[in-house]
């Protein structure tokens, strides 16, 4: 037990740990392109921070008529993205801070991604950050993708952790809203801060209006450890 008492932190991993969304931007217009889509754009792909990689795909194939299985669409996707993803993910310093902070205080930590479990192996090896958490898991992993709460439900079992023990950091609507829905706190920290008075933000316990620009480890660390 770490000196937070029972508290587990489970980490949302693109836009919340890593800045990885232009490599997915740019893995997403080339396979759309690919596929007879040509013309997707950096405001288009906002729409869908934060929703798994599997439904994105889903919702992809319906909207520009993709003829091609989901599941080889994924798996070109996660070859384009990693293809850029090896050579550059940044973590977000203060977040790297923050993960810091907490592995001194022996708190246990998760990652629950939306992304495949390749491509999250590959970020968090790659960036160093995978000596820290005990528990890693994919959508793929789980019945439903967020905003759904099966992924942070999955963590918080597999971390032997009550979901009232466990705060979210998470970046996206969607994941706020599955952060709520399994019975957890959360700190939002918008990817995009121009989403930040969308609904599902105002369920977080905290929230940084200015995203990334805004957060502040110890501001965190001050506000999970005042209960």
Known sequence: MGTLGDTAVVFDL??????????????????????????????????????????????????????????????????????????????????????????????????????????????LAGTGLDVYPRVVVSAEEVARGKPAPDVFLEAARRLGAAPADCVVIEDAAPGVAAAHAAGMRCVAVPYVPAQADAPPFATAGLLVRGGQAGFRAREAFAWIAGG
Do not use: C, Q
Request: hydrophobic share 45%; proline share 5%; no cysteine.
């Open 14 to 123: 693109d836009g919340t740990l890593v800045d990885s969304e232009p490599n997915y931007y740019e893995a997403a217009r080339e396979l759309l392109a690919a596929h007879g889509a040509p013309g997707f754009t950096w405001e288009d792909n906002a729409a869908y921070v934060g929703i798994s990689t599997w439904e994105t795909l889903g919702r992809w194939k319906e909207r520009y008529g993709i003829a091609a299985p989901r599941a080889e669409l994924v798996d070109e996707l996660d070859r384009r993205y990693l293809e850029r993803a090896r050579v550059s993910t940044p973590v977000f310093p203060e977040m790297r801070t923050f993960v810091e902070l907490l592995a001194a205080e022996g708190v246990p930590m998760a990652v629950a991604s939306g992304s495949s479990r390749a491509a999250i192996e590959v970020i």
